[in-house]
T-cell receptor, first 117, second 112 residues
Framework: AQKVTQAQTEISVVEKEDVTLDCVYE???????LFWYKQPPSGELVFLIR??????QNEISGRYSWNFQKSTSSFNFTITASQVVDSAVYFC??????????????FGTGTLLAVQP | EPEVTQTPSHQVTQMGQEVILRCVPI?????FYWYRQILGQKVEFLVS????????KSEIFDDQFSVERPDGSNFTLKIRSTKLEDSAMYFC??????????FGPGTRLTVT
């Protein structure tokens, strides 16, 4: 069965601190996608990254970086030098399969990140 | 940049009334989805739609719910007889061939 676990419900940091958001997933498929979305207080879902199961290379985009480890079924997200604008709920999500008639996303419960000035 | 749009942004309705939530997906996308997020909770899959039919639905998507793509552009979610527990944010998403889902801004449904 598919499942995404984000064990950290809330994290509070002070501006400029680094912070890592954890994501652990379960799937029986060998082909799948993993995602991170940001949900600011305004409520929309902002796409951050998609990673397919064949690509374990870490990715860096500005202050954001992602660590994908199949051995531990984890896809962790690190924000370096956090800023107040990073305050949001962050969701990790999983999609199984390629090119089927549905690629539904299974979301974790989210981590609320509060960055204090 | 093309985007998914949803109307209305906020809908207030009385219990037992029918509501229709509207979405305009990105024009060349093939897969369409509805998700629901009850306040303070995670985003949950409701239904996926491909090739003019439902391809998968969750346990939440019972007989009170239906989806339609009436004119090849709009994608609608209808709730026939709303209940208090249907109060939530409803997100539409459309997906291109690269399996990236683009979400609309959501419709907040309040059932009183």
């Amino acid at each position: 069965a598919q499942k995404v676990t984000q064990a950290q419900t809330e994290i509070s940091v002070v501006e400029k601190e680094d912070v890592t958001l954890d994501c652990v997933y379960e799937t029986r498929d060998t082909t799948y996608y993993l995602f991170w979305y940001k949900q600011p207080p305004s409520g929309e879902l902002v796409f951050l990254i998609r990673r397919n199961s064949f690509d374990e290379q870490n990715e860096i985009s500005g202050r954001y970086s992602w660590n994908f480890q199949k051995s531990t079924s984890s896809f962790n997200f690190t924000i370096t030098a956090s800023q107040v604008v990073d305050s949001a709920v962050y969701f990790c999500a999983l999609s199984e399969g390629y090119g089927g008639a549905t690629n539904k996303l299974i979301f974790g419960t989210g981590t609320l990140l509060a960055v204090q000035p | 940049e093309p985007e998914v749009t949803q109307t209305p942004s906020h809908q207030v309705t009385q219990m037992g009334q029918e509501v229709i939530l509207r979405c305009v997906p990105i024009s060349n996308h093939l897969y369409f989805y509805w998700y629901r997020q009850i306040l303070g909770q995670k985003v949950e899959f409701l239904v996926s739609f491909y090739n003019n039919e439902i391809s998968e639905k969750s346990e939440i998507f019972d007989d009170q719910f239906s989806v339609e793509r009436p004119d090849g552009s709009n994608f609608t979610l209808k709730i026939r007889s709303t209940k208090l527990e249907d109060s939530a944010m409803y997100f539409c998403a459309s997906e291109d061939r690269s399996y990236e889902q683009y979400f609309g801004p959501g419709t907040r449904l309040t059932v009183t």
